[in-house]
């Protein structure tokens, strides 16, 4: 490899980062608390809605609602029943409507590699999926989360004492700039949304970004042939 071949490498491996996709399986942690989002930025759900109201997410569609109080039969606050910190005032559900089944899909704005919730009342109907420029890079199922954590997932009109968090740190080998919530019952109940915000390039890697392509044009000016 030739000097100019070499500064070429450098320059791209200290100044840019290029994601690899995968549709590989997803890494995640659940605990009864949320003690493992350290390191992540809070979301917090501070108004109620539906569409077009996005709550703290960029941009979004479906089917949902951000409301606050359980409805009978349809859906149920997260932390009424478990977990160690009082339970949000607003939370999320999946569908609003009647219609099922249902899905809502939200973009952060950026690609990320971590994202953690409450998952309210888990159940085998519950589909959360991660998505990157619209596709699909990975998936986790409630039966999926309900084995990892060692609770007996509920088929049918919920669980109401399956409430867990979850952090999703690795969706294979991509990032991931939104999600989806599926659901073919109801609902698809979850709070405490935190993610892994987007890192701006900083001055150092900037610095050698714009050194290294001005050194290529160097090394080009010198072997450039004499008139």
């Known amino acids: 490899m030739n000097n100019k071949h070499k500064l070429l490498v450098l320059t791209l491996v200290s100044g840019l980062s290029t994601p690899l996709l995968s549709s590989a399986g997803v890494t995640f942690m659940t605990a009864e608390d949320d003690t493992f989002f350290a390191g992540l930025t809070a979301m917090p759900f501070t ?75 888990v159940d085998s ?32 009109n919920g669980n109401f004492h399956i409430d867990r968090f979850v952090r999703f740190d690795a969706v294979g080998s991509a990032m991931f700039d939104s999600i989806r919530f599926q659901t073919s ?16 390039p900083g001055p150092m890697p900037m610095a050698l970004l714009a050194l290294g392509l001005a050194g290529i044009g160097l090394f080009g000016r010198r072997r450039r042939p004499a008139d």
């Open 125 to 156: 109907y519950n589909l959360l999926e991660f998505l990157l420029d619209g596709a699909l890079v990975g998936a986790v199922s409630g039966t999926q989360l309900a084995n990892s954590a060692g609770v007996t997932v509920a088929n049918a």
């Open 47 to 121: 108004a109620t809605g539906s569409a077009p109201f996005c709550g703290p997410y960029a941009s979004c569609f479906g089917d949902y609602e951000f409301r606050s109080g359980s409805i009978h039969h349809h859906t149920k606050q997260p932390g009424t029943d478990s977990g160690s910190l009082e339970p949000d005032s607003v939370f999320l559900t999946v569908p609003l409507s009647s219609s099922l089944p249902a899905q809502a899909t939200f973009d952060f704005g950026f690609a990320t590699h971590s994202f953690g919730m409450r998952w309210g009342s």
């Open 185 to 200: 019952n109801f609902g698809f109940e979850t709070d405490g949304h935190h993610v892994a915000v987007a890192q701006v």
